[in-house]
């Protein structure tokens, strides 16, 4: 039971063009999200969060946003650029549930693309 | 400040032996968690230790064990490998449990079972 989906496998984008990535979650316990980035030979590096009590949040060219009615979250990176080509990993935990910040459940990952 | 370490970075193994893998959280982070990365099943939660406890246990079988030492440093052990145990296995540390302290991993041990 895939509790965190993220549909697309892949995504291409211009240099400069938005890039949005989406994630599904069916557990309604959730209510703290994030989002990873992870390049070949590396481990994950955290890029943005959002707790379920907001329904944005912004730092820098990366906004999440968190539609909890339809369980669904996405990541714009605005403008996008070629560094930004790497795996994506949707996040979520649920510590108002017991759940602690350590143990996180993963989507499969988006691979982006981000052409000059 | 140095980032998550974690020894060896690559191992092969031959299946039916025994493995331990080791991690190195940045300095002053308290909590360590494992995850193990295939291609089938993604990234999956191994369990999590905070001041030398396990706080929380993934689905995994016994053979996947784990410590914490006093000093914050963490193994995990894998007996009896079979073949399906081939994966990456990521160590992420943070300071204390909370919103503000994200995990943040190392590079993964990269772990072949022939």
Known sequence: ??????????LSVQEGRISILNCDYTNSMFDYFLWYKKYPAEGPTFLISISSIKDKNEDGRFTVFLNKSAKHLSLH???????????????????????????????????????? | ??????????????????????????????SVSWYQQTPGQGLQFLFEYFSETQRNKGNFPGRFSGRQFSNSRSEMNVS????????????????????????????GTRLTVT
Not at chain 1, 1 to 10: G, I, R
């Open chain 1, 77 to 116: 990176i605005v403008p996008s650029q070629p560094g930004d080509s790497a795996v994506y990993f949707c996040a979520a935990t649920s510590p108002a549930g017991g759940t602690s910040y350590g143990k996180l459940t993963f989507g499969q990952g988006t691979i982006l693309t981000v052409h000059p």
């Open chain 2, 80 to 107: 009896t490998l079979e073949l399906g145990d081939s994966a990456l296995y990521l160590c992420a540390s943070s300071p204390i449990q909370s919103a503000s302290s994200p995990l943040h991993f190392g590079n």
């Open chain 2, 1 to 30: 400040k140095a980032g998550v370490t974690q020894t060896p970075r690559y191992l092969i193994k031959t299946r039916g032996q025994q493995v331990t893998l080791s991690c190195s959280p940045i300095s002053g982070h308290r």
């Open chain 1, 1 to 10: 039971d895939q509790q965190v989906k993220q549909n697309s496998p892949s």
